[in-house]
């Protein structure tokens, strides 16, 4: 037999400490007996799935013969007489009170006993996340997953319980398992694995079904119950339109009205008020729709009205934090979410981005101040319609998909710019009114720089009737249309401007010289009337097929400044310019050396984005890709666009990137795209070149918000 580590540690440190304090007589000193270690009283929550080894100190291993001697354990718990672990799972809260007794394998057997207390206590917060993972977010799921376990998991007042359908596809953690399980989430420092307790083997299911959604929450809330709940569902997010999508299961996706039936009967079956916080992690889910169409059922809706990736929700802070304040209320939870969402879209420089937490205890009466000004809106709209053209082209939009298409405004700037360009008094203080309601509610709230001046909550208002007509059944089925005018504004403006003629008319165009070179730039200028202008471009096209080259804003002078500091520099009044510009036969190339390509690219906080394609595989295969540079023209990243969520990747000696080439019809304005020749993307630069030889268009494009007039003349570059 051998005398156990802890023993020998033990006596180690008691045999130090008595010589330190003087004891001269050492062989007069007792060390304490064999007895059971294990702290009591052991706490932990209803429906906890609990497992403990009891252990001992000052005894000869193997420990044997486990017992309860005196009291009871609670029901559904068990000692295991040769291993000594405590196991169980109780369903109700209560204390139990049992002694313990074992002996050691010494010569002389000892026989330790010991008094226990166990409480089963109701957890504060009970967190249900829903993962789908049934599509290519799979990787990005496990991840979260990891970061919970990393954290510490669930403590005896927090519960997380975690249900995840998984695809054969995309990653091959934990034995890459598929279908559906339940976890209860507990502590492992492993990454790639799964260390969480197994509660419930599910097999294939539809994660996108209004059924299986609500089987959860109901299991969930019945299991675990707590004083507080919040639920999370992970998947991609299309607007109000749709809220996952399952990939095994025909692509079907989950809808507004089968989100809120599903949670709405979850919580009257298990009578429950309400979920006190609602996550909704994935693209584009934070709406005013959404807000109207969950009021009652949720305390705290969070989410992002932006594209998204799938790292920004931070889920091992959450679990850090619910740790460490388990008493943390909804409101204290949304800003720790909303502090790391900002820190991870920084430390990451992803950007755009957006988050918003709001209180929906607020959401009645911003419903009510939204009708109020709908119907103003409405009203005014035959004669006014060109204010709301302008209000919209001003209004901070939200990228619905990665072409561009912008079906979604955010719903605090459109109300507060039309605010301060409205000339009707009573639409002002209604205004006013909708605005200070949708303030009050938002409880945490992060937008990058491009979303500074918003609220980070989209509202849909597709810029033409084609953006509103394929989902407007859908759309019309949702409380905020139904209740307010907003549908009948939407179709009433998409009218207006259909039949709008415009007002642009150019005049006196001059070209001072038909020649251009980089030491003789040439001077474009001419006059253009109209009553509105809202943007003026100036383009420089190559001469069949019309391909731009480049193109800028030019600002419009005496901006209109709102009271938040913001400017609005398209803005004015005046119905009449002189417009003026040079070209000095140079633009904005790609170059990896040997070959020299324009490519469609924006310049956006300091960094100019190009797009293109790109190959890892000799040009057999291709996908969508967006290279990021500095301002000197050096490469700052690649990111992979062809997923639902971009990321980052290192380009490889022998792969190959093809420019995207905007094309522009000169008379029409019509926009078309093609990709240039294969380039080295580990060589690329792009910077100011002079351009090749042949004929060039200078042109201005001048839009009043709704349609563009586009005018220039010929230019040679020798």
């Not at 559906?180 to 507990?186: A, P, Q």
């Not at 409405?378 to 912008?406: E, K, N, W």
Request: hydrophobic fraction near 35%; include cysteine.
């Amino acid at each position: 037999m051998k005398t156990t580590i802890k023993k020998t540690i033990a006596l180690v440190l008691l045999f130090t400490c008595v010589a330190a304090a003087g004891c001269k007589d050492k062989d007069k000193y007792i060390p304490p007996g064999f007895h059971i270690s294990t702290p009591s009283p052991i706490i932990f929550a209803i429906g906890a799935p609990y497992s403990t080894t009891l252990e001992c100190a000052f005894g000869e291993e193997p420990y044997q013969g486990w017992a309860v001697t005196g009291g009871s354990l609670p029901p559904g718990f068990t000692l295991d007489s040769a291993t000594g672990v405590l196991s169980g799972c109780s369903m109700a809260a209560g204390e139990y009170h049992f002694t313990v007794e074992v002996s050691d394998s010494s010569a002389d057997p000892q026989t330790a006993t010991k008094q226990f207390t166990l409480k089963i206590q109701q957890a504060e917060w009970t967190f249900l996340v829903y993962m789908n993972a049934d599509n290519d977010l799979e990787p990005w799921a496990l991840t979260k997953f990891d970061e919970m376990e990393n954290s510490g998991g669930s403590s005896e007042r927090v519960n997380f319980v975690v249900q995840i359908d998984r695809i054969p596809d995309y990653a091959s953690w934990d034995g890459d398992w598929t279908g559906c399980k339940r976890f209860y989430v507990t502590s492992d420092t492993a990454t790639e694995t799964i260390g969480s307790v197994e509660l419930g083997d599910l097999g294939e299911v539809n994660t996108c079904s209004e059924s299986v959604l609500q089987n959860f929450l109901e299991w969930g809330f019945g299991r675990f119950p707590a004083e507080k709940y919040a639920v999370i569902i992970l998947d991609h997010g299309m607007t109000w339109k749709t809220f996952s999508v399952d990939n095994t299961d025909g692509y079907d996706r989950l809808y507004m009205s089968e989100l809120r039936s599903a949670l709405e009967d979850a919580l009257s079956n298990c009578s429950i008020p309400a979920v006190d916080f609602l996550g909704l992690d994935m693209c584009l889910a934070a709406t005013f729709e959404a807000a109207v169409e969950l009021r009652g059922i949720c305390g705290i809706l969070a989410g992002s009205a932006e594209l998204s990736t799938s790292f920004v929700w931070d889920y091992g802070a959450i679990t850090e934090f619910m740790r460490a304040s388990p008493s943390a209320s909804a409101a204290a939870l949304s800003q720790k979410i909303a502090e790391r969402f900002q820190g991870r879209c920084e430390e990451n420089s992803f950007y755009p981005a957006s988050f918003v937490a709001l209180d929906l205890a607020g959401a009645q009466q911003a419903l009510d101040a939204f009708d109020a000004c709908t119907n103003s809106i409405l009203t005014g709209l035959p004669q006014d319609y060109m204010d709301f053209a302008i209000t919209r082209s001003y209004a901070d939009t939200y990228t619905d998909s990665f072409s561009g298409v912008s079906e979604t405004v955010d719903a605090g700037d459109l109300f507060y710019i039309l605010r301060h360009i409205t000339g009707d008094s009573l639409l002002r203080t209604e205004l006013d009114s909708f605005l200070y309601a949708l303030d009050s509610m938002v409880v945490a709230s992060y937008g990058s720089e491009r979303h500074f001046y918003s609220t980070n909550l989209s509202l849909f208002f597709p810029k033409t009737s084609g953006g509103y007509s394929p989902d407007a059944s859908l759309y019309e089925s949702l409380d905020l249309p139904s209740l307010t005018s907003w549908d009948e504004t939407i179709q009433d403006y998409h009218t207006c401007i259909s039949s709008h003629t415009t007002s642009v008319t150019p005049s006196n165009p001059l070209l001072s010289s038909s020649t251009v070179t980089a030491s003789s730039p040439a001077t474009f200028s001419s006059d253009v009337e109209s009553e509105y202008i809202a943007d003026i471009y100036f383009y420089i096209f190559e001469d069949k097929p019309g391909r731009i080259l480049t193109y800028q804003r030019t600002t419009i002078h005496n901006p209109l400044l709102l009271p938040s500091g913001r400017q609005i520099e398209k803005w004015n009044t005046q119905s009449n310019w002189s417009l003026s510009e040079s070209w000095d036969a140079r633009c904005r190339m790609l170059n990896d050396g040997s070959i020299k390509s324009p490519v469609s690219h924006v310049l956006t906080n300091d960094i100019y984005l190009a797009i293109g394609q790109y190959s890892n595989d000799a040009g057999s295969t291709w996908f969508d890709c967006c290279i990021s540079f500095d301002l000197d023209g050096d490469v700052i990243k690649f990111y992979d666009y062809s997923v639902s969520t971009p990321y980052s990747f290192e380009v490889a000696t022998g792969d190959l990137f093809k420019p995207d080439l905007t094309y522009r019809d000169k008379i029409t304005g019509a926009v078309s795209h093609e990709f240039g020749n294969s380039m080295n993307p580990k060589t690329l630069r792009l910077y100011m070149q002079d351009v090749s030889a042949g004929v060039y268009y200078m042109h201005f494009g001048v839009s009043d918000s709704i349609r563009e007039t586009i005018f220039g003349m010929q230019v040679n570059v020798p």
